[in-house]
């Protein structure tokens, strides 16, 4: 493993520079927004109280009372976020600019719908914003809002989230390790049923006529014909999980593809439980446990079919 990707690798699993990154920013920047975001959050709640007041309120379209207090609560947020707008254009100008300034990341995670997320950009830009505003119109910008705000006030927990992060990620990468130790030993204790156990195949090529090593390095070695295969008996019914095949080493591994491994209990009705069409030096066919005493590989084309070896565990 290259230096670079080992960095890469431990930058991933302990956040290193993340955090470092985010220890950097100090909580001066986030003291700055404080006032701002907590502006926000109050018209926000302001507006929620328009639009669901506990009091009885006069005679009127909350919707448009409401919807200029989302305005410039958004409006507060995206500057906090960093966004900037120049004062001398108009309202609708000044949003538009704030919207464009705002990191994608922020507004794709205060609404992840593209979708919904466009309809709040026009709604904020549009110069009749508080002109009989619909029912959706102002969820959808209250929504967005209250995101907005959410997505504000956790930024300064950065460097908590980075941690957990890191513990998680320790944890994950450590449970992997486990499982991958515990399959390693599981996968070596479980034995090649195959081993030793008579085959047959559907024909024999006149310059490897014995089916026996060491017929150039191959188990088999059949003629060029169509469909040719090899059948395995394992002696008697067995339960397998997984048949692995190692293609010829030294040339011509395309013969063996498209390959089909089967398995049947009585050598009559076959069962497919792997297929592999792309060229392979090593294959592993993985299927839920069953039962079968014979196991087949074959081609179905014509072709010339070897292997160096099949184990069925």
Request: hydrophobic share 45%; aromatic share 6%; glycine share 6%.
């Amino acid at each position: 493993m290259s230096l670079s990707v080992h960095t890469r690798v431990v930058e991933w699993i302990f956040r290193t520079r993340a955090l470092r990154g985010a220890r950097a920013q100090g909580t001066s920047s986030d003291l700055s927004r404080r006032p701002t975001v907590q502006q926000a959050k109050l018209l926000i709640e302001v507006a929620r109280r328009v639009l669901e007041p506990v009091d009885p309120l006069p005679p009127g379209d909350r919707g448009v009372v409401a919807l200029p207090l989302y305005r410039s609560a958004i409006r507060g947020l995206l500057a906090a976020f960093g966004a900037h707008g120049s004062p001398e254009d108009s309202p609708a100008e000044e949003m538009a600019a704030l919207w464009e300034g705002a990191p994608p990341p922020v507004l794709a995670r205060a609404q992840p719908d593209p979708g919904a997320r466009e309809r709040v950009k026009v709604s904020l830009s549009s110069a009749a914003f508080v002109a009989s505003p619909t029912e959706e119109e102002i969820l959808t910008v209250r929504r967005f809002a209250e995101s907005l705000a959410r997505e504000a006030s956790a930024r300064p927990k950065q460097v908590d989230l980075l941690l957990a992060q890191r513990w998680l990620r320790v944890l994950l990468v450590g449970l992997v390790l486990a499982l991958l130790v515990v399959g390693i030993c599981v996968w070596r204790t479980r034995p090649d049923l195959a081993k030793g156990k008579p085959f047959w195949t559907s024909s024999r090529s006149p310059s490897c006529p014995a089916a026996v090593l060491p017929c150039a390095g191959l188990m088999f070695h059949t003629d060029e014909e169509l469909n040719p295969w090899v059948e395995i008996d394992l002696g008697s019914q067995r339960v397998i999980r997984q048949i692995a095949v190692s293609n010829r080493a030294d040339c011509c591994t395309d013969r063996a593809i498209p390959l089909i491994a089967e398995i049947s209990r009585t050598g009559g009705q076959w069962t497919e439980v792997g297929r592999r069409t792309a060229d392979f030096v090593s294959w592993t066919a993985k299927f839920p446990p069953a039962t079968a005493r014979y196991v087949r590989l074959r081609v179905p084309r014509r072709t010339t079919f070897h292997l160096h070896g099949v184990a069925v565990r």
